[in-house]
């Protein structure tokens, strides 16, 4: 950690403007002979680097921690209902792939109630241990009692690494004891790699753009990050289980809490684009009345579904539901179309490991060629009909 | 009731790109707005006041400018809002960021309710929320989708929660995050705008803190340190459909057909 340092007997008019200019922020100020630095610094360092001197960033010396203390990579096993949610097992997998660097072993955590089943049959996909805190507190999820059993499990087996799935939950639970630990979170990692030091490489798109941020915390222990559903693959089921089970005393105090949970009913079967093999999906270069007609039909030919960028939820276009990417839904088909869509980080993020990536737009340029297996670069009103049209006449035959 | 709104300003486009030579980031016309997701948190708030009284306030953490969308959400009803500014915050990750606002808040006062929208659209973690009920001591709850009643010093909410949707209520006071779409945002009144006086916002500095631990805020109170940026991994196998529209039209059914998705 440090501080960026401007060292003022080097600034003078003629460099002073590049120097503003360098931040992509707009933090740096020229006035009355000086420079300084705003609030709106994100800390990039790009001034830094390429400033020639004139900004500088002092190391502070950090605390250092003994980890060689925190051993094991956790999986939180998100079950709710009695069921266990699949990106936990894409955990398992990801889990038992970054311990072979350290040699570490692959921890899941169950916070549930009657979940002896659930927790037997993590046991088939490669966890060394799982630890089931088992109560009906845990019934309904209620922040308090899941924290509190979470931490406790933290304060005992101290894991080094901790990966949650970005489910609903685990967008709340993460965070809430990450703060209580004082540690660090990584929200949706799109790659995960381990360092021999038991570092964990947390990589994510950032600053809102078309970037990716390779993110670690060297300083604190447990390291933790949510990842979202289909991001990574689901390991094969052994034949046999292997690992143990080990039950952990629920005390009274984990188990207060104030929410009370008054009746829960299940979502109307809702549209999932996450489960869908076949996506059209649709951007702004695409938004018309008859272009959105068209990848409709061009759905249902298919046997997939429809999906949208942001920009086309915010325009009130389709439902909110239907909206790939980090504000939306992480979708891994088979195959994907997109239409007239540019391909903002935040989109890509959210369908980029998808097998077969087609993109038409009549940007050449556009950010989205650079995912696509397939560019067409051409007007999708002109392409689309033509698509239909021949397979129609394809099935026809 | 008192409840408190925190709000951010972020850019108003996404549109960052890296200077494949310098390695620069370029963010051209940068312009300021509001977090959407942070006016469904606002008309919550807007809504309960005019149903039970008390006040709305706010809380932002930025440069100066950020003062912008406090006078935004005044504009709207609320009645003032405190921007948390220091370039000692600068670089705060998600702990460092929560805890931040959780001093704020401190420093401003006592809330029956602490309102948070669901995530911003530049950091997207959707995280900070959950991290401040914690530093408060407050219970949350998240993808709040409905805001029923408050009885009996309780909040009766409802949530979704993955494929469920949860009635709870909680004590107060408390901390909850509010999905987008609950609700429609009124319009700021361009009369109140008119008249909006800057004594509305209040600046708080580290200064004003009780925490005079510089570590514990900004680039240092940061858990999480970013090692380096790089712009995404261009797909190496990539295929150029040319030709004419009916062409292009041909190849692509072939591929549908040769995927056996027809």
């Given at each position: 950690m440090g501080k960026l340092v401007i060292n003022q007997s080097l600034v003078?008019?003629?460099?002073?403007?590049?120097?503003?200019?360098?931040?992509?922020?707009?933090?740096?100020?020229?006035?009355?002979?000086?420079?300084?630095?705003?609030?709106?610094?994100?800390?990039?360092?790009?001034?830094?680097?390429?400033?020639?001197?004139?900004?500088?960033?002092?190391?502070?010396?950090?605390?250092?921690?003994?980890?060689?203390?925190?051993?094991?990579?956790?999986?939180?096993?998100?079950?709710?209902g009695g069921t266990i949610h699949k990106v936990t097992l894409e955990l398992c997998g990801k889990a038992r792939e970054l311990a072979k660097v350290t040699g570490h072993p692959v921890y899941a955590l169950l916070?549930?109630?009657?979940?002896?089943?659930?927790?037997?049959?993590?046991?088939?996909?490669?966890?060394?241990?799982?630890?089931?805190?088992?109560?009906?507190?845990?019934r309904d999820f209620r922040i308090e009692p899941y924290a509190a059993a979470f931490y406790d499990f933290i304060e005992k087996i101290k894991p080094s690494s901790i990966l949650v799935g970005a489910t609903e939950l685990g967008r709340q639970l993460a965070p809430r004891v990450a703060a209580r630990c004082r540690s660090g979170l990584?929200?949706?990692?799109?790659?995960?790699?381990?360092?021999?030091?038991?570092?964990?490489?947390q990589i994510r798109p950032a600053f809102g753009g078309n970037i990716m941020a390779q993110i670690i915390s060297p300083a604190t222990r447990p390291q933790f990050c949510?990842?979202?559903?289909?991001?990574?693959?689901?390991?094969?089921?052994?034949?046999?289980?292997?690992?143990?089970?080990?039950r952990m005393e629920v005390t009274e105090k984990m188990k207060k809490s104030e929410i009370e949970v008054l009746e829960t009913n299940k979502k109307q079967t809702d549209v999932d684009i996450s489960e869908a093999d076949v996506i059209v999906a649709v951007g702004r270069g695409a938004q018309t009345e008859a272009l959105r007609a068209q990848a409709e039909e061009l759905a249902s030919l298919l046997g997939g579904m429809v999906a949208c960028t942001r920009p086309l939820v915010e325009s009130n276009l389709f439902d909110p539901k239907r909206q790939i990417g980090l504000s939306g839904r992480t979708v891994k088909p088979k195959f994907i179309i997109c239409l007239g869509i540019s391909g903002a980080v935040q989109f890509a993020a959210g369908m980029k490991s998808s097998a077969c990536i087609v993109a038409v737009n009549n940007d050449s340029s556009a950010p989205i060629f650079d995912i696509a297996h397939y560019c067409v670069v051409g007007d999708v009103a002109e392409i689309l009909p033509r698509i239909i049209k021949n397979i129609k006449e394809a099935k026809n035959v | 009731m008192k409840i408190l709104v925190c709000i951010k300003q972020v850019p108003g486009s996404s549109n960052v790109q890296v200077d494949p030579v310098t390695g620069v980031l370029i963010r051209s016309g940068i312009q300021n707005k509001m977090n959407p997701y942070d006016l469904y948190g606002i008309e919550v708030a807007l809504t309960l006041k005019e149903r039970y009284g008390g006040e709305v306030e706010?809380?932002?953490?930025?440069?100066?400018?950020?003062?912008?969308?406090?006078?935004?959400?005044?504009?709207?009803?609320?009645?003032r809002g405190t921007v948390l500014s220091d370039r000692k915050f600068a670089g705060a990750d998600v702990l460092a960021t929560a805890y931040t606002i959780s001093q704020g808040i401190k420093k401003c006062g006592e809330y029956d309710l602490i309102i948070c929208g669901k995530q911003t659209t530049d950091g997207d973690t959707a995280q900070v929320g959950a991290e401040v009920a914690e530093y408060l001591g407050l219970p949350n709850i998240s993808n709040v989708c409905s805001v029923d009643e408050v009885k009996d010093g309780r909040l009766y909410v409802t949530a979704a929660l993955d494929n469920k949707t949860v009635k709870e209520s909680v004590s107060l006071p408390c901390l909850i995050s509010v999905d987008g779409d609950i609700n429609t945002p009124r319009l700021p009144?361009?009369?109140?705008?008119?008249?909006?006086?800057?004594?509305?916002?209040?600046?708080?500095?580290?200064?004003?803190?009780?925490?005079?631990?510089?570590?514990?805020?900004?680039?240092?109170?940061?858990?999480?340190?970013?090692?380096?940026?790089?712009?995404?991994?261009?797909?190496?196998?990539?295929h150029t459909v040319s030709g004419n529209a009916d062409e292009q039209a041909a190849e692509l059914c072939a591929l549908i057909s040769k995927l056996k998705l027809i």
């Amino acid at each position: 950690m440090g501080k960026l340092v401007i060292n003022q007997s080097l600034v003078n008019a003629s460099n002073a403007e590049s120097i503003t200019k360098l931040c992509p922020f707009g933090a740096i100020s020229y006035e009355n002979g000086a420079l300084s630095i705003s609030a709106a610094c994100k800390m990039c360092k790009l001034c830094a680097k390429k400033s020639g001197g004139v900004v500088t960033y002092e190391e502070e010396a950090v605390a250092e921690i003994d980890k060689s203390l925190w051993r094991g990579i956790l999986v939180y096993a998100d079950c709710q209902g009695g069921t266990i949610h699949k990106v936990t097992l894409e955990l398992c997998g990801k889990a038992r792939e970054l311990a072979k660097v350290t040699g570490h072993p692959v921890y899941a955590l169950l916070i549930g109630e009657n979940a002896a089943e659930q927790a037997k049959e993590l046991l088939y996909y490669g966890v060394d241990k799982v630890f089931v805190y088992d109560d009906e507190a845990f019934r309904d999820f209620r922040i308090e009692p899941y924290a509190a059993a979470f931490y406790d499990f933290i304060e005992k087996i101290k894991p080094s690494s901790i990966l949650v799935g970005a489910t609903e939950l685990g967008r709340q639970l993460a965070p809430r004891v990450a703060a209580r630990c004082r540690s660090g979170l990584t929200a949706d990692c799109t790659v995960l790699e381990m360092k021999e030091n038991t570092d964990l490489i947390q990589i994510r798109p950032a600053f809102g753009g078309n970037i990716m941020a390779q993110i670690i915390s060297p300083a604190t222990r447990p390291q933790f990050c949510t990842v979202r559903y289909k991001i990574f693959n689901e390991p094969p089921r052994a034949s046999e289980p292997s690992g143990e089970i080990v039950r952990m005393e629920v005390t009274e105090k984990m188990k207060k809490s104030e929410i009370e949970v008054l009746e829960t009913n299940k979502k109307q079967t809702d549209v999932d684009i996450s489960e869908a093999d076949v996506i059209v999906a649709v951007g702004r270069g695409a938004q018309t009345e008859a272009l959105r007609a068209q990848a409709e039909e061009l759905a249902s030919l298919l046997g997939g579904m429809v999906a949208c960028t942001r920009p086309l939820v915010e325009s009130n276009l389709f439902d909110p539901k239907r909206q790939i990417g980090l504000s939306g839904r992480t979708v891994k088909p088979k195959f994907i179309i997109c239409l007239g869509i540019s391909g903002a980080v935040q989109f890509a993020a959210g369908m980029k490991s998808s097998a077969c990536i087609v993109a038409v737009n009549n940007d050449s340029s556009a950010p989205i060629f650079d995912i696509a297996h397939y560019c067409v670069v051409g007007d999708v009103a002109e392409i689309l009909p033509r698509i239909i049209k021949n397979i129609k006449e394809a099935k026809n035959v | 009731m008192k409840i408190l709104v925190c709000i951010k300003q972020v850019p108003g486009s996404s549109n960052v790109q890296v200077d494949p030579v310098t390695g620069v980031l370029i963010r051209s016309g940068i312009q300021n707005k509001m977090n959407p997701y942070d006016l469904y948190g606002i008309e919550v708030a807007l809504t309960l006041k005019e149903r039970y009284g008390g006040e709305v306030e706010l809380i932002t953490m930025g440069p100066p400018p950020a003062k912008a969308v406090i006078l935004e959400a005044v504009a709207m009803g609320a009645d003032r809002g405190t921007v948390l500014s220091d370039r000692k915050f600068a670089g705060a990750d998600v702990l460092a960021t929560a805890y931040t606002i959780s001093q704020g808040i401190k420093k401003c006062g006592e809330y029956d309710l602490i309102i948070c929208g669901k995530q911003t659209t530049d950091g997207d973690t959707a995280q900070v929320g959950a991290e401040v009920a914690e530093y408060l001591g407050l219970p949350n709850i998240s993808n709040v989708c409905s805001v029923d009643e408050v009885k009996d010093g309780r909040l009766y909410v409802t949530a979704a929660l993955d494929n469920k949707t949860v009635k709870e209520s909680v004590s107060l006071p408390c901390l909850i995050s509010v999905d987008g779409d609950i609700n429609t945002p009124r319009l700021p009144s361009y009369k109140v705008k008119r008249s909006l006086t800057d004594d509305v916002v209040s600046f708080l500095s580290f200064a004003d803190f009780s925490d005079q631990d510089p570590n514990h805020y900004g680039l240092n109170g940061s858990a999480t340190q970013v090692e380096r940026i790089f712009p995404p991994e261009k797909n190496t196998e990539k295929h150029t459909v040319s030709g004419n529209a009916d062409e292009q039209a041909a190849e692509l059914c072939a591929l549908i057909s040769k995927l056996k998705l027809i």
